[in-house]
Structure formats: structure tokens, C-alpha cells
């Protein structure tokens, strides 16, 4: 079921992308906290504009070949990792020119992670551990290129740990469209 709905959120953020007749939107990478790490749209409207970020990788050994003699407690470097990851973020415009933005950015992102752990040699189980962070901070996007921008931003974060986290840069790099 989840996998569906990852599969819906991509079609609908790509097909967004062809609803937009103006110099406005953008789909690239972006690596942050609070803002997501993976695939990214962003639009910018008259005054404002949204962000959203999505991605899913598994990572680690299906099934790692564990002697009784290199099991030590709670190893789980070989464990498989499944993840699933949303971000979505408001943009607060303060200043708009041709070849940069200056604005603040809102928002949020969840990880749905599943970790395969071992408890002994033969046993393991399957245990969510989903994360999340909210932020707002400063951010700055510049033109590289006619089509190419590149942003980069500072906010504060907190997140599942109780963990008020301060600047920790998010950074990305788009290509606009039209």
C-alpha cells in the first residue's frame, strides 16, 4: 500500500510540472533535514511557493552471513534498510530578482525506515524506525546557468529526538522550466 502511494505522489508531482506556463517551476535534487533528501519540485507563485521532495532506497545485505563468532550484541552493520521519504516546505519570498531569490523556508520532512535487526545469528526481525524534522530558516537560490539554479539554506530544526538542531545547510540544484 505504501508503495502505491509513493508511486501516486511521484506521477502527480511530475505531471505537475506540465500545468505551469511560466519560468516558475523547477524539478532537481535536494539534500537537507527539515526539507528532505531525493528528488524535488519547487514553484514559485506571484509572491510565494512550495517545495516538495521525495524519495525511496533500500540499502545493506538481504541476508548477511552471520558466524556465532562475529555476532557480537546488537551488531547490525550488514542489516537491510527500506526508506521512504516526503518532505514537504512553504517558501516565504523576501526579495526576487532575475538572478536570485532571497526567502525563508517552512517546513518539514518524514522518513518511513524499516530495519531488518538481528538478534542472534538466525533471528531478526523487522522494526520501523521512522524519523522526522520540522525547520524554518534562511535560504538563498542563484542562477548558474539560463536554466540551472542552485540553492542553499540554514535552517533550525527539531526533530523525533527532542533535538533543536541550529543550521545544519540544505542544499539543491534545479533546472526550470520554461
Known amino acids: ?24 517551476t523547477a524539478m532537481g535534487f535536494h539534500f537537507g533535514t527539515s526539507t528532505g533528501s531525493g528528488y524535488s519540485v519547487r514553484h514559485w507563485g506571484i ?26 550484541g546488537e551488531d547490525y552493520k550488514n542489516a ?45 526481525k523487522w522494526v520501523n524506525d521512522n524519523k522526522w524534522s520540522i525547520g524554518a530558516g534562511p535560504g538563498f537560490e542563484m542562477m548558474l546557468a539560463d536554466r540551472f539554479h542552485i540553492s542553499v539554506e540554514l535552517p533550525i530544526t527539531y526533530n523525533h529526538r527532542d533535538d533543536i538542531v541550529m543550521y ?7 533546472y526550470y522550466f520554461r
Open 80 to 124: 537491510r534498510r527500506q526508506t521512504g521519504l516526503l518532505g514537504l516546505n512553504y517558501i516565504w519570498n523576501l526579495q526576487k530578482a532575475k538572478e536570485y531569490h532571497f526567502y525563508v523556508l517552512t517546513g518539514g520532512s518524514y522518513t518511513l525506515q524499516k530495519v531488518k535487526r538481528y538478534y542472534s545469528p538466525n533471528d531478526s
Open 1 to 24: 500500500m505504501k508503495r502505491y502511494l509513493l508511486i501516486l505522489l511521484a506521477i502527480m508531482c511530475v505531471s505537475g510540472l506540465f500545468a505551469f506556463e511560466n519560468y516558475n
Open 168 to 174: 545544519i545547510p540544505a542544499v539543491g540544484i534545479y
Open 47 to 72: 509572491s510565494n511557493g512550495y517545495q516538495a521532495t521525495i524519495a525511496a532506497y533500500a540499502y545493506g545485505s538481504k541476508n548477511p552471513d552471520y558466524s556465532n563468532s562475529d555476532f557480537v
